[in-house]
């Protein structure tokens, strides 16, 4: 009798205890079950629309368009950019919020991407490099969007080779920049000390180079295009002289590495690209559709870029098909400017910032 007491004991006490279970509630944790267990669905309690998304991902809503701030230099970067402007000033883009600023100096352009006021923009190849070792990496480049446009003009003719470039005095922009140190590397690769051999007298923009040349009779400048086709619409005396990229390439002969001159690339702030891919994405098809434009369509171009007031019209022209704009990305960017930025550090370490980027500076999708 004892013992069947103590089996209806025992089965009364596992009853008890599954039932308790099933309430949600742990006789072992002291579990009241006059509160709702957590198994309980209340209609009325607030659900965490992040929950909902993780378990359907098919119902999260879509990412909302991103504010994309882009900032170009005078010059054919901003050529290349001319019909993605129109085309987003006129509406018909609606991934994201386009913003163009277009300025004269790179300076201009420095300090904004630094502070994270531009998001994309436009810089001379080597800059890209200084910006990345100076911010510990928070820029990466996107593609390159400017080969060799850079010249030696003058108002006579006196110079046929880099050697007449000896002794004489030299109008430039871009001090700190491509067209400083191609220059020094041309003067240098020719037997010509940069900072004994010729004077440079460094000007803040490509119009200030512009007006000293127009001064003066037998004046030398460098100038990039579209400047260059700027001077001659203004005055039948001035002539090209010298083409850097011809020079450049001439040293380049016999080299086990050859290099391409690259004025200019596009990049981004790393911490952009991260956050926003598919306007990264969005922004590179844009760029590239309008480069083609423009190298396709000249006569349509050329009446946008002077609608920007990059140069008139009428110089645009004649300039588009001498500015060398192009986009390359991927590996083939990272093959060229890579090449061209193992030059400058050979020749001044300080031209891209005291070392080589690292691979994480070349943007791949």
């Known amino acids: 009798m004892k013992k069947l007491l103590s089996v209806l004991c025992i089965f009364a006490l596992l009853t008890a205890m599954l039932a308790g ?13 006059s509160q709702p267990s957590g198994n309980t669905t209340d209609p009325s309690a607030e659900t965490n629309p992040e929950d909902t998304a993780s378990q359907d991902p098919e119902q999260q809503p879509a990412a909302g368009p991103a504010d994309v701030r882009v900032m170009a230099l005078k010059g054919p970067t901003a050529m290349g950019l ?86 004489k005095t030299i109008y430039a922009s871009g001090k700190g920049s491509t067209p400083e140190y191609a220059l020094n590397y041309i003067l240098s690769e020719n037997g010509i000390d940069p900072a004994s051999d010729v004077t440079i007298e460094w000007k803040s923009e490509h119009a200030e180079c512009l007006s000293a040349l127009m001064a003066e009779e037998n004046a030398i400048a460098m100038l990039p295009q579209p400047f260059v086709t700027t001077a001659q619409t203004k005055s039948d005396a001035i002539r090209v002289a010298l083409d850097l990229t011809e020079e450049w390439d001439k040293l380049q002969e016999g080299s086990e590495a050859p290099s391409t001159l690259i004025t ?26 309008s480069v083609d434009f423009v190298n396709s369509n000249v006569d349509e171009a050329a009446q946008l870029v002077g609608q920007y007031d990059i140069v008139t019209a009428e110089v645009a022209q004649k300039a588009i098909p001498e500015c060398n704009i192009t986009f390359i990305e991927g590996s083939e960017m990272k093959d060229n400017l890579s090449g061209y930025l193992a030059v400058l550090l050979e020749q001044n370490p300080q031209s891209v910032g005291g070392a080589l980027p690292a691979d994480d500076f070349y943007y791949s999708r």
């Open 21 to 33: 279970c099933s309430d949600g509630t742990d006789p072992a944790a002291g579990g009241d079950p």
């Open 264 to 289: 200019g690339v596009v990049v981004a702030r790393r911490e952009f690209v991260e956050q926003n891919p598919e306007a990264i994405a969005a922004f590179m098809e844009h760029y590239k559709s």
């Open 82 to 167: 001319v019909q993605f402007m129109s085309e987003a000033d006129a509406g018909n883009l609606t991934d994201n919020n386009y913003s163009f600023s277009i300025v004269a100096s790179a300076d201009e352009v420095t300090p904004k991407l630094a502070q994270g006021e531009v998001d994309i923009a436009a810089v001379p190849a080597n800059l890209a490099s200084v910006l990345y070792n100076n911010t510990e990496g928070s820029v990466e480049v996107l593609a390159i969007n400017t080969l060799g446009v850079i010249y030696i003009v003058e108002s006579g003719d006196t110079v046929t080779s880099v050697e007449d470039l000896r002794g």
